[in-house]
């Protein structure tokens, strides 16, 4: 044994769980359809073939703030933000829904009666909605401050309408449909120009040209791009023909243009980006022209969707990644921003442990699974991968009922029980143990207030369930036997509908942390029922948060990167956290891209904080001094045969390592075992369905 | 073309009306204007569906035609040369309208200007094989009539007309019957305008079209340098777009119209406009800032030496020891200064100077020592300018005397790196005359913009000149690898060597085409195996091989080469593509040999010139069955190496597979 410790063995579970995709069940990896930047609060909004949608805060370092559970039967089509930050999707359900960013919910859905929707364009004003359907219509709805009114139908279409773009003046509209292109007045509504595009692929004649974009401009360019692969430019005062550009072998799906009209980008289902520019004929000239500047291929299958930030490329498709790619010509400091940015994994917890019975829960769209971890009797040094002496056991295989994705779920410490919910319904079971065999009751009689939680999470010692409620409240509940009892709901300050999302627990029952998305760390006394205080509030939202036991430390991980450790008795920050605020964390744990998921705390170790990203994790010993710009961030855990003097003089207080990644889920067990659950990259992308096949050799 | 897409407004007159003057818009009020039966003037917007109930005026004469550009109002020409803005006209439609031009003078073209903000109308009337034009100012509401003199050929007849204005002038050209284009300048203010003054033409461009066509002849002038003519070049030709550039005298492009036109042509907005056979077609030109360059794209030997403008040549490199970028501007204007100031003040002579002075006079070896002095110097600021100066001043040397021909002195300019085609393509031209191979190469070498024309010319004497001849050149054999070297272990190497590449003649189903080659084994070996050319020749194709093109320029030029060279070539290539083979890793030995593409493509390239020729030659019969199968061997290779990447996919799956058994682990790790 050397002298600094314990060797704490890991169980690695590779790849057993994740949110998405596991082959088992044939669930797929819900690849992205649609993304749409707001240009005002420079969010993103995301949603997936599943009909999740996402909002990633692109301030906050790219962090997914908020998001909206899928659901079977609504594959979202089209996203788009309307004036005031309020966002809307359509789908192939019929029905345009709004999101309430707020109580993170859905406002309401309104079925346009057009068949299946297709499309979505907001005016340029923010006030209107323009959906395309099924049946070739175009219908105008007008933004009312609490719903959406129907308003007028334009000159019906023959065939579906794809795509939809709007003149920046509002007064007409572009609509791509099956082999042409339409041209409305809004005022009439009217058809002005039908522009029939090519059906003809690299000479061959394909059967239909579909439309998958179109963009208006204000000087009239109609940009469209279509199935066979062309990206081309219409003039809509004539509806000619200006110039067509083949780009692609394979159809080009998606199109977005910069707010200032000097670029757009393109996607392809080859996976490859192109960027375009308008840029002058020659230097000096004031004459300007489109050029296909730059490729990018960060996509492995269909780019759906794009978007055009201000200062990068946005793309989405079905390979499940988002990319955001800088425009380095636009980017002014090298920072955080002018990184490419791939955004696989969710932002939130998916996994919890059962310490006490070593179990693992993992939440997936439909279904939870439990596993049992495996045992070894074997030992060994650092490095070795052990014999099993009992491999992991899939105890439970539990399907939701209905359409609905799972939000959130958890296990409790003891592992006797298991609580979930969906939109509409709260689940709670409870697990009895018999030698091998495992009983599962559930829980009836939910109280209606239990309807849709956001988080749930059980006391150390499984007596008490909270459950942050989407409408804002916290509840505590009482556990005991098979029965459970409403203690106390502590609801939202007045006037406030902020949904909290994350949760901690003292060790000991008495604290119970909770945070939103945008607003403080409120911290509440469970024995008293009453709040404790607030953490003073923070620019950055709050990625994960957990209480030291015997301290009563609360450690906050924001998405800025920046660590903080609040004394709840003392309400105040700690004195170490203070020197590292002073001090500054080191540049390189601040330019990591993923955000902090998960922390915990060593039992017997009280100066030591494990923390985990998607492609690290941490210990951070608190009684090391801290490491400065200078220093090596990255140094791997010093071999124990170095002299005392070697370690001490490199040691600091940062321990990373990076063996296991993707890290979706790490936690101690107990004093000797660390669980880890990876998710190989690859594992996703062979659920995916196979790409668009190049040849590699002769041509 | 236009057919396709649909009109967005249409009107017609009633049946027995005539429009007799094309429709024009006022862009002021977005109406358009007609006239009908000479005298019914007819207004209407795009609301307006039936033209016969809308705006009507009579007017008490003969309209000739409507005029309306952007920014004024219209204007209305009568037959009898009088002139009315239209506002005044409908105030009062009746209004008597005098008569300007004389009796039996017929108005034969006209077009108005905005000069300097004000409107200015020219129109041209014919009086008896005599022209005259007439020059209306509105601001100061004077007409001028000039008298057009047609100079020495007084009988012909002018077909079309076109005009365009600058600051004092406006350039009226006109195209001939006898097929030229000559120009009038008219002055814009006349000198004095109560004087009937006359007005000398000058040849502008010659022979644009056919003499003897007399239909569908049309011009327009696009810009200040550029016009473009509707007609057949030669008298039996089709009828074609041409776009002239009269500043350099050079055809710019052209098109052809195999259905005919009829002799009407506009220039809108960046678009020609023309009548195709039945239909209207539209052919987006944009004059390019006329330029040298831009000119020698085409009938470049038709240049009159007179215009022959030679670049300066320009130090675009930073001299050395210069710092940043944004100084660069600077520093260079100081050299042009300083330049300037050495011509005009010469302080003292300069080493270049000097070299230049030399140039001109001295015997070839004086000129040696001299260039090799200068050369020593090397990176003078404007080094790169006197390297231009001196070729230029050698190669003009050269062509006035025939004898004289510095190679040695031209060979190491060459090797100082800064030369290019464009820079001296006298160059290649002297050398290409005196079979310089040696020299040739040099430049393919070095040379990045060789056109194709000149390439193929450096090809046709490759392979044409003599064995002998070849044998006194000391040409570089850095690319070629001494292929008899491995001659003697080819008969046991072969069998591996076509199997490597999928080219194995006993799985090869044409066996008809095979017979003929199996009669000779021994003699297939032999040929495949030894080397078609002496290593000298191998290294000039082997330059030819390296040196950049672009295939649609090249397979013109590749048809003049003689079929037996051709083949000789296609040898050569064939025998490169053997020796390719024989390792694993697709190369030549040697220094920088060709590549696998190069060759393929060569290959392609020339069958592709020559099939037909090469066809027919019964020599020629073997190397084409030779090549059909490496083609075929070739495309067998690819479908196999796509089966065997199918293969390995499978088994990565598997390998996956057998990983994801072991999807749990534990393993020891140390923290503390």
Redesign the interface.
Known sequence: R?T?????????????GAERGERREGERAAGIRCVAYNNQSNRLAVSRTDGTVEVYNLSANYFQEKFFPGHESRATEALCWAEGQRLFSAGLNGEIMEYDLQALNIKYAVDVFGGPIWSMAVSPSGSQLLVGCEDGSVKLFQITPDKIQFERNFDRQKSRILSLSWHPSGTHVAAGSIDYISVFDVKSGSAIHKM?VDRQHMGVSKRKCIVWGVAFLSDGTVISVDSAGKVQFWDSA???LVKSHLIANADVQSIAVAEQEDSFVVGTAEGTVFHFQLVPV?SNSSEKQWVRTKPFQHHTHDVRTVAHSPTALISGGTDTHLVIRPLMEKVEVKNYDAALRKITFPHRRLISCSKKRQLLLFQFAHHLELWR????VA????????P?SK??DHLLHLKTKGPENIICSCISLCGSWIAYSTVSRFFLYRLNYEHDNISLKRVSKMPPFLRCALQILFSEDSTKLFVASNQGALHIVQLSGGSFKHLHAFQPQSGTVEAMCLLAVSSDGNWLAASGTSAGVHVYNVKQLKLHCTVPAYNFPVTAMAIAPNTNNLVIAHSDQQVFEYSIPDKQYTDWSRTVQKQGFHHLWLQRDTPITHISFHPK?PMHILLHDAYMFC?IDKSLPLPNDKTLLYNP?PP?NESDVVRRRTAHAF?I?K?YKPLLFMDLLDERT?VAVERPL??II?QLPPPIKK????T | M?S???P?GSWSVKQGQIITCPAVCNFQTREYIVVHDNKVLRIWNNEDVNLDKVFKATLSAEVYRILSVQGTEPLVLFKEGAVRGLEALLADPQQKIETVISDEEVIKWTKFFIVFRHPVLIFITEKHGNYFAYVQMFNSRILTKYTLLLGQDENSVIESFTASVDRKFISLMSLSSDGCIYETLIPIRPTDPEKNQTLVRSLLLKAVVSGNTRNGVALTALDQDHIAVLGSPQAASKECLSVWNIKFQTLQTSKELPQGTSGQLWYYGENLFMLHGKSLTVIPYKCE?SSLAGALGKLKHGQDPGTHVMPRFVNWETPQGCGLGFQNSEQSRRILRRRKIEVSLQPEVPPSKQLLSTIMEDSEKHIEVEVRKFLALKQTPDFHTVIGDTVTGLLERCKAEPSFYPRNCLMQLIQTHVLSYSLCPDLMEIALIKKDVQLLQLCLQQFPDIPESVTCACLKIFLSIGDDSLQETDVSMESVFDYSNSVHDEKMEEQTEILQNGFSPEEDKCSNCDQELNKKPQDETKESTSCPVVPKRAALLNAILHSAYSETFLLPHLKDIPAQHITLFLKYLYFLYLKCSENATMTLPGIHPPTLNQIMDWICLLLDANFTVVVMMPEAKRLLINLYKLVKS??SV??E??KI?VSFRELQ?LN?EKN?R???????????
């Open positions: 050397s600094s410790g314990a060797e704490p063995e890991s169980a690695r579970a590779r790849g057993a029939i004539t509806g000619t020659t971890l495996g045992s070894t030992t060994g040094k650092n490095g070795d991968t052990l099993l491999n992991a170790r210990i855990f124990t321990k390592s063996i660390l690859d594992d062979a040849k590699k050799f002769g | 236009v396709d897409q649909k967005l800032v070739q495309i690819y479908s190496l796509n990447e799956k996956q994801n072991g999807l749990y682990s534990i393993e020891v790790l140390e923290l503390f």
